[in-house]
């Protein structure tokens, strides 16, 4: 029975995932790298640096720089994303994403947030809805990022709801990867699927229908 929903933040609650490429896109650009939306695919769910290096290893630029000079370029991307995500106001959520929380919330149902993104308080904060979910996940305390379950059983052990008893919702491979290794039944949210498929695809979150989705 379901007693918990947790949900990705980037590309999920908010579309995020457009700002978090075109800040990629732009120190790609800068570098004279090739970037596209399929290299970004593999950009989802994965953590800041991880990002970077898939960047650089697509163009043959794995040994170029330092880790210093590594730093500098992601902060660099990090600093245009911020400047992207302070333009979200209340309301900015993805459609059908409100109004889904609230039927959790009145069917008593926990939620979470499990994002790798260090910027989910900010964005959370920015859309007014920090405290529209019991628990959010510190993207600084996760050690293992999607694939792995680890962001997923922390939401359901703070939740204290047996990960069996939760869906998951995601955008990215890599989220779905970590749902069903969480034990946990995945909702994709237009998962370019490469490996493991949800167990419920949906073109977009519009079509999150919570009589359908929640037994
Ligand atoms: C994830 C995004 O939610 O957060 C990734 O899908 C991103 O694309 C990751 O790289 C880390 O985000 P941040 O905000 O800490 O750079
Ligand atoms: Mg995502």
């Given at each position: 029975m379901t007693k918990a929903i947790i949900f990705d933040l980037d590309g999920v609650i908010v579309d995020t995932a457009k700002f978090h490429f075109l800040a990629w896109k732009s120190l790609a650009d800068e570098l004279g790298y090739f970037f596209d939306e399929k290299v970004n695919e593999r950009l989802k769910g994965v953590s800041r640096m991880r990002s970077l290096e898939i960047i650089l290893e697509v163009n043959g630029a794995t040994?170029?720089?330092?880790?210093?000079e590594k730093a500098?370029?992601?902060?660099?991307?990090n600093d245009l994303y911020v400047s992207f995500v302070k333009t979200l106001k209340p309301g900015d959520m993805l459609p059908g994403v409100e109004e889904f929380l609230s039927r959790a919330k009145a069917?008593?149902?926990k939620t979470a947030v499990a994002s790798?993104?260090?910027n989910a308080p900010l964005v959370l904060k920015c859309l007014g809805a920090a405290d529209k979910f019991d628990y959010v996940a510190d993207a600084a305390r996760v050690t293992r990022s999607k694939p792995a379950p680890?962001?997923?059983?922390d939401c359901a052990r703070a939740l204290g709801v047996d990960p069996a008893d939760c869906i998951g919702?995601?955008?990215?491979q890599a989220g779905i990867e970590a749902i069903?290794?969480?034990g946990m039944y995945a909702v994709g949210i237009n998962v370019d699927v490469t490996s493991?498929?949800?167990d419920l695809q949906l073109r977009s979150t519009a079509e999150l229908d919570f009589d359908k989705i929640v037994k």
């Open positions: 040994e170029k720089f330092t880790d210093d500098e370029m992601a902060a660099r991307k069917a008593g149902l790798v993104s260090k680890d962001i997923f059983l919702v995601e955008d990215a069903k290794a969480a493991v498929e949800p």
